[in-house]
């Protein structure tokens, strides 16, 4: 579907078009990269994932992974990148998949900011993996032009490589959430700030900002506000054992409740 050409890479070249490709999307203060060449080359050398992807000679997306614990079962995926559309982020998120299968892993993991709808929206809808930790200023403070004057919390997504729902969202046929009637919102957006709601029901929604990269730039108080109702509201439930089963409409976490 994207015309674009996958392969695992290995020379210090390749590595260096990476970096260039991640500097150009991220735009990270100087020492602050999100990998580096040698990190890259050292990573690839150990059996670990390099990968590429190519419009003609044109690199146009990259993801970096290594081999996590248990031994023998999880890959992380570092960071995964695009400078296009046309599903190359999906294209390489599949890449990575076969890449694990073929080594017996039975799932990948990664961490993204929860306060990213399109994120959520790509990691549960589209790919069906699932956050199942809060990790709270994960990476500590960060400068890069993307996440500059905000927390770094972030969740940990499982990718369970064999589920139903993740076959199904492979191939292209992604299971939405179930909803209930009697789910209640836990937490809303309200003229673009966070309203909090109840979170007794057994099933709870968790909203998250139309755009909070826009609004670090344009009220960063909306912004901060965010971020600690989401910390405070879906980090919570996670924290007393309740399960994210999926991103409701583009907007909204699916929680489901054990009582």
Known sequence: ??????????????????????????????????????????????????????????LVGASVAFLGAPPGQVL?????????????????KLHQRAWAL????????????????????????????RPEEYLPSFYGAMDDAINAGDESDRVLAVWRLSEPHVLAAARRRPHPPRVPSGAVAALSDRDGRPVLGRADARTVLVAVPEDIEGLR????????????AV?????????????????????????????
């Open 1 to 58: 579907m994207t015309g674009a050409v996958l392969r695992e890479l290995h020379l210090i070249e390749e590595f260096e078009d990476v970096f260039r490709l991640f500097d150009d999307i991220w735009r990270p203060d100087p020492g602050s990269a999100p990998v580096t060449v040698e990190m890259m080359r050292a990573l690839s050398h150990a059996g670990n994932y390099v990968a590429g992807a190519y419009d003609g000679d044109r």
């Open 217 to 228: 730039r344009t009220d960063p108080g909306a912004a901060k506000a965010w971020r600690h």
């Open 231 to 259: 910390r405070d509201v879906l980090g919570g439930l996670l924290s007393e054992g309740a399960s994210i089963t999926g991103f409701h409409r583009g907007s909204c976490y699916v929680v489901e409740r054990t009582t």
């Open 102 to 129: 073929e080594r017996g892993l039975e799932r990948i993991t990664w961490t993204y900011d929860p306060l990213v709808r399109r994120n959520a929206h790509f990691n549960l809808a589209k790919l069906g993996a």
């Open 76 to 92: 992380h995926s570092h960071v995964t990148g695009a400078s296009i559309g046309r599903g190359i982020g999906f294209a390489l």
